[in-house]
């Protein structure tokens, strides 16, 4: 490291102090502390930030949900425009969640590549970013800001950008976590399967050696030796009954039905 | 929104553009490009990152391994201390570790509550941070950074400890997908046996139903009606057999054994 860095790695550790606006948004976002139940509350409170910060007139999250079509599930308006329709450019929204590289829109309404979008023409939008947010699988929605000023460039696209790759990784935690309820089940058969691999090959084994005696001994006509084997076979075959209705059992996912009740003849 | 924090939010915007120092160490820390095998990399990179930003002299990232112990992955050091002995301290990990809150320790050769600890004095320590690293799950370990001058205050305690929640989203994405790998084929068997349950079940009711027979057969020598039941019985117990084995042989997990071979014979 030249001394040079050096004089600006101390100067940095002072900016955090003083000039640490960026920061001071990002660390409002709250995404750390995103779950299934308080998502859309967590998106709209973070995306509120991410207006004020860039000082948008308008915000918007969208996401892919199960069918893999785009919902608006957080909105911001700045101003009185309230239940105002949603400007955002379908034409911008479909490139990110294609190429899933952000997107800034200088002179939107002069803008050749979205000429087509009539979105920037009827709300006069001036300016406008777009960035996926991305998680390690795919890319799991947009957030999109617009402005009818123009005063955005790379370094707002930059910090954007950052936001997304950021919720992607909060969001994608929400999501494994869902994930690992769902397979909680899966994953204890497939696991109690494996761990009673042994025994059940005992039962198979013995199974298997008792049927073929009493085969042959059906076919031979010795009905004592058929006796004998199936003096063993019989109990195994309720053992491996018994294991497998268990296990079946146990992986099925059983849904809470809620109803009402005399708690008092509960306890 | 009143009309200065209108004003206010504005100035945050291009505060990105001119004083974002903050932000551009947040962002060169690569965080969410991490994976299971260049883990060690990007960690040591993102806190060689970290220790120029704040000005440290020392930094460290120690994580708890698969035993719950705590190792150290990465460790940095400014100037020519080169191989230098670890100046951490103990004490304060654990602490950190214990209660996951992040500690700012001033004055650290005099602070009376890690009095019992050497390595402030042994190193000549002025001021250290130390972070949890924290995941939903648990805390995963910890970002150290020390000083032999006295630079830091609360605001440097929040970068850091922003960059130690976002790190642990980071690493539990990781971690996600790594039990997803392990989990696949448990996941696997355990849907297969869901999906077959219908089948599987119809095996078992045949099964039970003939035994009877048979077994009744035998005690009561009508040996034809046994004759009869394990015509029945018998391609079911095979049925039961094979489903059972197969399923058993999926579930297990089989290491790959690399060895050399003759390329060419095998095309």
Not at 240 to 260: F, G, H, Q, V
Request: proline fraction near 1%.
């Amino acid at each position: 490291m030249t001394e040079s860095s050096k004089e600006i790695s101390v100067q940095n550790a002072t900016a955090a102090n003083t000039g640490g606006h960026t920061f001071c948004m990002l660390n409002s976002l709250g995404l750390d502390s995103l779950t299934t139940e308080n998502t859309e509350n967590v998106l709209n409170e973070a995306l509120s930030a991410i207006v004020e910060h860039f000082g948008a007139d308008h915000g918007y999250i969208v996401l892919k949900d199960d069918k893999g079509e785009l919902v608006n599930v957080a909105s911001t308006y700045r101003g009185e425009q309230g239940e105002a329709q949603m400007t955002a450019s379908d034409a911008v929204i479909d490139k990110v969640m294609e190429t899933s590289a952000a997107v800034l829109v200088e002179n939107a309404m002069q803008n050749p590549e979205f000429v087509g979008d009539v979105s920037f023409q009827r709300f006069n939008i001036g300016t406008a970013i777009c960035v996926a947010i991305k998680t390690s699988q795919s890319t799991a929605g947009v957030i999109y800001i617009d402005s009818t000023g123009s005063k955005w460039d790379n370094s707002h696209l930059e910090v954007l950008d950052f936001i997304g790759r950021y919720m992607g990784l909060a969001l994608s935690e929400v999501r494994w976590q869902k994930k690992q309820r769902e397979n909680k089940r899966l994953i204890a058969t497939g696991t109690a399967a494996l761990q009673l691999s042994h025994s059940v090959k005992n039962m198979l084994q013995m199974i298997g050696g008792a049927a073929e005696i009493v085969d042959f001994g059906l076919r031979t006509n010795q009905i004592h030796r058929v006796k004998k084997s199936w003096e063993i076979l019989k109990p195994n075959l309720e053992r491996m009954r018994k294991y497998t209705l268990e296990m079946l059992d146990y992986s099925k996912d059983r849904p809470i039905k809620p109803a009402n009740c005399n708690f008092n003849r509960i306890i």
